[in-house]
């Protein structure tokens, strides 16, 4: 199924097809729903992540921008 979010960081509306019955998206969208790792445990964190908030990964490498682990500018010089 496809949905549809808009990025809260970039404004963009970025659509991803998941793997979701659209029963499932009906409870999704009701009221109380479960936890969304309840309700698609199937789901990766980033399909869940783009579900609850819009984010996509791309989006969290912007924010959190992962770690060079050849970069030594830390380390002491001898």
């Known amino acids: 199924m496809k949905i549809t979010r808009i990025s809260p960081l970039t404004g ?8 979701i019955h659209e029963e499932a998206w009906a409870v999704w969208l009701g009221p109380n729903p479960p936890h969304v790792q ?3 445990p199937h789901l990766t964190a ?6 609850l908030t819009g984010y ?11 770690e060079d682990e050849e970069d030594d500018s ?3 010089a001898f």
């Open 38 to 40: 309840d309700l698609f």
């Open 46 to 51: 980033d399909e869940r992540e783009f579900i």
């Open 74 to 76: 830390d380390a002491p």
């Open 56 to 66: 996509t990964k791309e989006d969290w490498d912007k924010i959190y921008p992962p």
């Open 12 to 19: 963009e509306t970025n659509v991803m097809d998941l793997d």
